[in-house]
């Protein structure tokens, strides 16, 4: 059973930065795709940024290209989201995901099997 442990969560100010910590573990992910969603309340939840395990590609939401990186430590089974100019729209719970098929060379279209209990992210003046 795969399991996804967020970590990295809290409180800044428009401007800072913050990097989230997804520690993946159960199976091996090679064929998997990885990625970060967000949801706030009364919205769906959005796909923020991916990468493919075994190529280490990464997609980005329009909203979040040039502020956030997304990237993997294969040793450690982890995956990160480096969050930089955070704004206040950017406040949500933050999930990690993973997804067990898909291409290793597109990863927008992620359609997670799993996910991790979420991490809040807040940004606030």
């Known amino acids: 059973q795969v399991q996804l442990v967020e970590s990295g969560g809290g409180l800044v100010q428009p401007g800072d930065s913050l990097r989230l910590t997804c520690a993946a573990s159960?199976?091996?992910?090679?064929?998997?795709?990885l990625g970060w969603f967000r949801q706030t309340p009364g919205k769906e939840r959005e796909f923020v940024a991916g990468i493919a395990w075994s190529t280490g590609f990464t997609g980005y939401a329009d909203s979040v290209k040039g502020r956030f990186t997304i990237s993997r430590d294969t040793a450690k089974n982890t995956v990160y989201l480096q969050m930089n100019s955070l704004k206040l729209e950017d406040t949500a719970a933050y999930f990690c995901?993973?997804?067990?098929?898909?291409?290793?060379?597109?990863?927008?279209?992620?359609?997670?099997?799993?996910w991790g209990q979420g991490t809040q992210v807040t940004v606030s003046s």
């Open positions: 159960g199976r091996s992910f090679s064929t998997y795709r």
């Open positions: 995901a993973a997804q067990s098929l898909g291409s290793p060379y597109y990863v927008r279209d992620m359609r997670p099997d799993y």
